[in-house]
C-alpha cells in the first residue's frame, strides 16, 4: 500500500474566496461560491457567523465551472518522459512531469509501470515518493504496476520477455520488492495463483485491476469477490464482449459479485474505444467510469518515433502504436482532451464527465474522504473550466499552481468593507 508524505501547502490562515463560479456539488453543477481555508475547503457559515471571518482573497471566475481536480489512474508517461524508464534523473524527471501536468487539470496521477524485468521494478519503486498534499505539481498516489504478471495472449505493448506465466504472494515480491510505494497492480486472473494473490494483495491494502486477460466471466466474478475491483482499459486487451460469456465486460453488470462495485479504466480518444463502445459502457454503469488516459511519453509532444519501456512506438494523427505493426501502445491524449471526447461521444451531463475524472478513481483507490470532492473539509485540489471543457487554472490545496495565460484570473485582496457588502 502507498505510504505518503504529507507536503501541505499553506499559507497562514488566509481565506480564499472564488467567486460567481459553477461548483460540482451532489452531482449537479451549483452557482455558489466557494471558500478553502488552510488548504482544505471551507463552511462559510462557520467561518462568517462562528468566527466573524471573511475572505482575504478574491478570485473572480466570471461564471466559470470549479471542478475537483482530475485523479488519472494510468499513465505511462508524458513530455518525453517514460515513467517505466531507469534513470538517475528520475525522480526529477517525475517532478518536471507532475508540474507540467497541471495544465490538463490533473492534480494527482498513478505513474504507470508497464511490463518489464525485476530490476527495473525495484529502482523504480524505490525512488518513487508518494505524496497526498503536494504544493509543487500532481500529487503521486502510488505506482500502478501493470505487468508482468499478465496473459502473453493479451500482451498488447507489453514486451512479452518479461511476462511471467503464474503469479503468487512470493512472486509478487521477488518481482517489484517492497510495495510501499504501489497503488495498483493490473493482473490476469486466469493465472495459476491469481486468486490467492489477489486477496493476499488486498488484504496489504493494493488495488487490484484485472486486465490483459483472456479470462471468461465466472474467474472475472471469482476474482472480485476475492478482492479485485478495477478493470484495466475496458475492451482493450481482454477478450471481445460476447453474448454467451461477456468476459471481464461482464463485470460491468454482473449480479454474482456480491453486491460489490467494480470500476473500470475508460481510454476515450477514439481509438481505444469506438464513440459508440464509450457509449454503451457508460449507459450500462455510469457511477463506475473512470477515465484514464493511459498516456506514453510522447503526450506533449510532436509525432515521430517514441519509447514505452523498450519497445518503439510510432506516434502520428493521435495515435501510438508499435513501430512496424498495428498494436495500440498506450495513447497521446490529456485528460481535459478525454474529458471532451467522453462528453460527446456519450452526450452525458458536464457534471457526470468531471465526476468520471475526479470522484470516480478517488473512489476507486479509497480516497475519497480526502479527494474527488468539494465538500466541506476535502482537499482543495481544483480545476477551473470553460464550458468547453477548457482547463483555465488549476490549484493544488488551494494555492493557484497554474493558470492559462490567455485567460488570467482576475485575483484581488478585498477591504473588509467589500467583503460585508459581497456577503449581504
Known amino acids: 500500500m ?11 490562515d488566509v481565506i480564499t474566496r472564488l467567486c460567481d463560479c459553477e461548483i460540482l456539488k451532489d452531482g449537479k453543477l451549483v452557482k455558489e461560491d466557494l471558500f478553502i481555508r488552510k488548504g482544505r475547503i471551507a463552511n462559510p457559515e462557520k467561518l462568517f457567523f462562528d468566527e466573524g471571518r471573511t475572505a482575504d482573497i478574491a478570485y473572480d471566475c466570471k461564471g466559470l465551472i470549479v471542478s475537483p481536480g482530475f485523479i488519472d489512474l494510468q499513465i505511462n508517461g508524458c513530455f518525453g518522459f517514460d515513467f517505466s524508464s531507469v534513470d538517475e534523473a528520475w525522480p526529477s524527471r517525475l517532478k518536471e512531469a507532475a508540474q507540467r501536468l497541471l495544465q490538463f487539470g490533473v492534480t494527482s496521477f498513478c505513474p504507470t509501470i508497464v511490463t518489464s524485468d525485476s530490476f527495473k521494478y525495484t529502482e ?14 500532481a500529487n503521486v498516489l502510488g505506482a500502478h504496476l501493470e505487468g508482468p504478471f499478465i496473459n502473453e495472449e493479451k500482451k498488447g505493448a507489453h514486451n512479452e520477455v518479461f511476462i511471467r506465466s503464474s503469479v503468487s504472494p512470493r512472486e509478487v515480491e521477488r518481482c517489484y520488492g517492497s510495495l510501499d510505494n504501489v497503488r495498483i497492480i493490473t493482473l490476469a486472473p486466469e493465472l495459476p495463483g491469481a486468486m490467492e494473490t489477489i486477496e493476499w ?10 486486465g490483459h486477460s483472456m479470462c471468461k466471466l465466472n474467474t472475472a466474478e471469482e476474482a472480485v469477490k476475492n478482492g479485485a475491483s478495477f478493470i484495466t482499459h475496458l475492451f482493450n486487451a481482454m477478450l471481445p464482449f460476447h453474448h454467451r460469456d461477456p468476459g471481464l465486460v461482464g463485470l460491468l453488470t454482473s449480479l454474482n459479485i456480491d453486491g460489490r462495485k467494480v470500476f473500470y479504466g475508460l481510454i476515450s480518444d477514439n481509438y ?14 455510469p457511477h463506475a467510469t473512470v477515465l484514464v ?15 514505452l519501456s523498450d519497445l518503439f512506438v510510432d506516434v502520428f494523427d493521435g495515435r501510438a502504436q508499435l513501430k512496424g505493426s498495428s498494436t495500440l501502445a498506450g495513447s497521446v491524449a490529456s485528460m481535459d482532451m478525454c474529458m471532451r471526447t ?12 468531471l465526476e468520471a475524472a475526479s470522484l470516480h478513481p478517488a473512489e476507486a483507490v479509497g480516497i475519497s474522504h480526502l479527494k474527488g470532492k468539494l465538500s466541506y ?17 488549476t490549484f493544488l490545496s488551494g494555492q493557484l499552481a497554474w493558470q492559462d495565460n490567455e485567460n488570467v484570473f482576475k485575483q484581488k485582496t478585498w477591504t473588509h468593507r467589500e467583503n460585508q457588502q459581497s456577503d449581504s
Open 293 to 307: 488516459t493511459d498516456a506514453m511519453a510522447a503526450m506533449g509532444l510532436p509525432d515521430g518515433v517514441h519509447q
Open 342 to 353: 467522453f462528453k460527446e461521444a456519450t452526450d452525458c451531463s458536464t457534471a457526470a464527465v
Open 377 to 393: 473539509g476535502h482537499d482543495a485540489d481544483l480545476v477551473i473550466l470553460d464550458k468547453e471543457l477548457r482547463v483555465i487554472a
Open 201 to 210: 494483495l488486498t488484504e496489504k491494502g493494493v488495488i487490484v485491476s484485472l
Open 2 to 12: 502507498a505510504h505518503c508524505k504529507d507536503q501541505r501547502c499553506v499559507d497562514g
Open 272 to 285: 481505444h474505444t469506438h464513440p459508440t463502445v464509450t457509449r454503451i459502457a457508460h449507459k450500462a454503469n
Open 124 to 137: 523504480i519503486l524505490k525512488q518513487l515518493e508518494v505524496t497526498i498534499h503536494s504544493c509543487d505539481g
